[in-house]
């Protein structure tokens, strides 16, 4: 086998453990396909190696030490910075939503922020380091729609577009045109493609220099947008003025509210 077709093979091990919480050999064997003596030699090196850990209780394999190290150090390198935390949570107070933090990373869009409620809760498919399903999402569509046409088109051919909800636009007929009136716009609004029942918004943060480098949003039910597009546009734009305030290099207040 090829260099890179080992290394895919090993990561195949690690990602079915992973999916797992633990397993054993010949489970990952049956899920992979990869005869059995491959797969124990795989696992072996990848415990002894502190990626995975050995359970002789059980004849199983878990995540070790070296995966959460990987981990820890993804978290600290992506969370967003305290004053962008604070004004996303002043976001979800100002308007009684959950709201999100969503930046370019190389050539991904992730979500490096989530604040919520158990009155106003996020999207449960919605976490830190989401980068999935930018075609159907607010946040995901307002950095799209930021992306040089070339860059975006290599972007969606890597990842696709999936079906999600009736609503999904899974065609860059349907998707294109409807990217330049979010650009020109400056807001990108989502009524249930991503989840049923489901309505979400996002603007841009900008850097010093102007260019589009992360994006603001929320999430609500849809039937309690009813009315209230306006006054989720003026929220959004001017948190994420503050958000573009602090990356400029700027200190920012922000101003205290109760949850709506």
């Known amino acids: 086998m090829s260099n890179s077709a080992v290394i895919q093979r090993t990561f195949s091990v690690l990602e079915a453990v992973a999916a797992s919480g633990c397993a054993a050999a010949k489970t990952v064997a049956t899920r992979l396909e990869i005869p059995l003596p491959t797969v124990y030699r795989l696992l072996n090196e990848l415990a002894d190696s502190g990626y995975l850990v050995y359970l ?37 107070r100002s308007l ?31 976490r830190f ?33 999936q079906v999600l909800t009736p609503q999904t636009m899974i065609s860059r007929e349907a998707l294109d045109p ?19 029942r489901q309505t979400c918004a996002a603007v841009p943060v900008r850097n010093g220099t102007g260019m589009q480098v992360g994006a603001m949003a929320i999430s609500t039910p849809s039937s309690k947008m009813v009315g209230r597009a306006k006054e989720v546009e003026s929220t959004l734009r001017e ?10 290099g700027g200190s920012v207040t922000v101003p205290v509210a109760e949850h709506a």
């Open 56 to 92: 002789k209780d059980t004849k199983r394999f878990e995540l070790g030490p070296k995966c959460f190290e990987l981990g820890l150090s993804f978290q600290q390198r992506l969370v967003a910075p305290h004053p962008i935390r604070q004004i996303t949570d002043q976001l979800h």
């Open 129 to 161: 380091g989401f980068h999935e399903a930018a075609h159907a999402t607010a946040f995901g569509k307002i950095l799209l729609a930021g992306m040089p046409e070339p860059q975006r088109t290599d972007y969606l051919e890597a990842r696709g577009m």
């Open 239 to 248: 948190h994420a003025g503050l958000a573009s305030s602090y990356l400029r």
């Open 96 to 126: 009684g939503t959950a709201a999100y933090f969503a930046i370019y990373r190389g050539s991904d869009i992730i979500l490096t922020y989530c604040s919520d409620c158990e009155k106003h809760p996020r999207l449960r498919p919605l």
């Open 178 to 196: 409807h990217l330049a009136e979010v650009a020109t716009r400056g807001i990108a609004w989502e009524h249930e493609e991503f989840l049923p």
